[in-house]
Nanobody, 123 residues
Framework: QVQLVESGGGLVQAGDSLRLSCAASSRTFSNWAMGWFRQAPGKERDFVATISSGGSTVYADSVKGRFTISRDNTKNTVYLQMNSLKPEDTAGYYC?????????????????WGQGTQVTVSS
């Protein structure tokens, strides 16, 4: 059973930064693409960022230039560095793992999901 555990969420002010972490309990983590998604209250879950096993990245237009996804295969962990946060970034943030190496923005292509961590940005 693969587990993904997110951490690093919190309440911040507009313009602040946060770094989310997602630790995976799998020895094959380095072979997987990973992604971050978010869901605001009353809205559908949206793609945020993804990283392939080789380190290639793709971002949603709404976060491009502000967020950075990265991974540390020695720690089985993927990160989401969020800078210049805006109130519209307020959401639950979810980490997801794909058992294939190529990155994807499609939610249904991810096999495993974390429980989420809340990010709230006040104006």
């Amino acid at each position: 059973q693969v587990q993904l555990v997110e951490s690093g969420g919190g309440l911040v002010q507009a313009g602040d930064s946060l770094r989310l972490s997602c630790a995976a309990s799998s020895r094959t983590f380095s072979n997987w693409a990973m992604g971050w998604f978010r869901q605001a209250p009353g809205k559908e879950r949206d793609f945020v960022a993804t990283i392939s096993s080789g380190g290639s990245t793709v971002y949603a237009d709404s976060v491009k230039g502000r967020f950075t996804i990265s991974r540390d295969n020695t720690k089985n962990t993927v990160y989401l560095q969020m800078n210049s946060l805006k109130p519209e970034d307020t959401a639950g943030y979810y980490c997801a793992a794909r058992i294939f190496s190529s990155a994807t923005t499609r939610e249904y292509e991810y096999r495993y999901w974390g429980q989420g961590t809340q990010v709230t940005v006040s104006s």
